[in-house]
């Protein structure tokens, strides 16, 4: 057992609190809004926004009615489709994988069987053009191994993914932090950009070359915007990751218990914050570099040395968030303990990556289904029956469809990753006593661990 756990903190009703860490959050963050929003400011009195807002008024007044319904049937159609995934999610589970698979396989070699039925490719030229080839024997090699030699594995997975809908259907709390992380991502992005467009406009020319002794605040505005949006995001995570957990232990929490709980790892958070803050400047030098390289080698090298950084980085914090907020550790003690459970578990990872983002994949679709054929009808009905209308009323829909999809995902990635957190702990005896798993769902977990660790021995 770990010395400490949220689960008592919840318990007894009482959170750490960090307010030396919160003071500073609140300076650096008030510092860039407040920036931000006099540039936004600047901008609107100089490059003549306000008249073309004015000129806007009476497209909106004429069109009041409109507008108001579509934005109605947005995010009603939104709620429905993300509770409808939470149930399908836990209604169906391992299924969903099994489609996922059968629907990346169909994508990534579709495009090769139609260069051979249309003629475009002879099969005699395949050999030629094997690149295209490897999408599709990529991912059908991971789809022969996870049905074969980790079907076990993959099996628990699909009990997870259930778990998972059930979280977020028990806990509606959990979308709340990655919609405002995504609301907060769009507000700071124009900012930031507006910071720019009022300071140091100069920079945004074409092949404009950077002199640190005179470009030195656009470093430092990078910095800060990578930062406060880093920081949001992992704040969300860990918001959502803690209701997750609390609830895990059976135990009823809010989404203020889930601040709290973040409040209470809020320095941890910001030195994770800005070690992720480095790892990106690290791979934006990195991909510059690479640019200005004139071998074709050299560029290759460079933007693969810049995608293998990111993707270790992630790896090493996998869990991360989840063992900071729920044990209440430092990030460095965090990111230790996220690696050496990545390293022990690191199957179990890929699953999630591969076979269980396909099945989230098949209910991304579902958004994309579901708000081309309510656009389809609300277009029909709206214009009497012309196909035009109803075709770009569909496509309008369509683009819509992209918004609820992400968060709903988003979610399911942050819950599904606590639930595995928890499970490998309780099946190392870290954590014992009460959780939320139903007794049939807990059975079945063990048996196909149990199953997944006799075959790999």
Known sequence: MTSTDLYYYHEKEKFPSHKGAIAGLLVVFGAFIGLGVYSLWNLWENLGLSAFITNLVPFLAGNMWLIGAALGAIIVLSVVLGLGASYAARRLGGTLIYIGAVIMNLLTWGMVLILLITGILPLSGLIDAWPILIPGLFTLFITVLLFTVFKDRVRRAGEIIKLTGQVTLDEKGTFVPPLLTMIFTLVSAVLFGSII?????????????????????????????????????????????????????????????????????????????????????????????????????????????????????????????????????????????????????????????????????????????????????????????????????????????????????????????????????????????????????????????????????
């Open 197 to 457: 467009l009022n300071f140091m406009p100069w920079v945004l020319l074409p092949g404009y070359e950077f002199v640190l002794q005179t470009d030195w605040p656009m470093i430092i505005g990078i910095v800060v915007y990578l930062f406060v949006t880093i920081f949001f995001y992992n704040f969300a995570y860990s918001t959502t990751s803690a209701i997750t957990y609390i609830y895990m232990r059976g135990r009823d929490p809010s989404l203020g218990d889930g601040v709290k709980a973040s409040l209470g790892v809020v320095g941890a958070l910001v030195v994770l914050s800005i070690m992720s803050v480095i790892v990106v400047i690290v791979q934006m030098v990195i991909r510059s570099l690479a640019r200005k390289s004139t071998s074709g080698i050299g560029r290759g090298v460079g933007y693969a040395a810049s995608g293998v950084i990111g993707w270790v980085w992630a790896l090493v914090n996998y869990f991360t968030i989840p063992a900071m907020v729920a044990e209440e550790l430092s990030a460095t003690k965090a990111v230790k303990r996220s690696a050496g459970m990545v390293r022990k578990n690191f199957v179990d990872v890929m699953i999630k990556e591969t076979a269980v983002r396909w099945g989230f994949g098949v209910l991304g679709f579902m958004f994309f289904i579901g708000f081309a054929l309510f656009g389809a009808l609300f277009g029909w009905i709206y214009s009497g029956g012309d196909i035009m209308l109803t075709i770009i009323f569909t496509v309008v829909f369509t683009i819509f469809a992209a918004i609820p999809s992400t968060l709903v995902l988003r979610t399911f990635d942050i819950v599904y990753v606590t639930l595995l957190y928890v499970f490998i702990r309780r099946k190392e005896g870290d954590i014992k006593g009460r959780t939320a798993i139903p007794s049939a769902m807990g059975q079945e977990l063990d048996r196909a661990y149990d199953r997944a660790q006799r075959s790999e021995k």
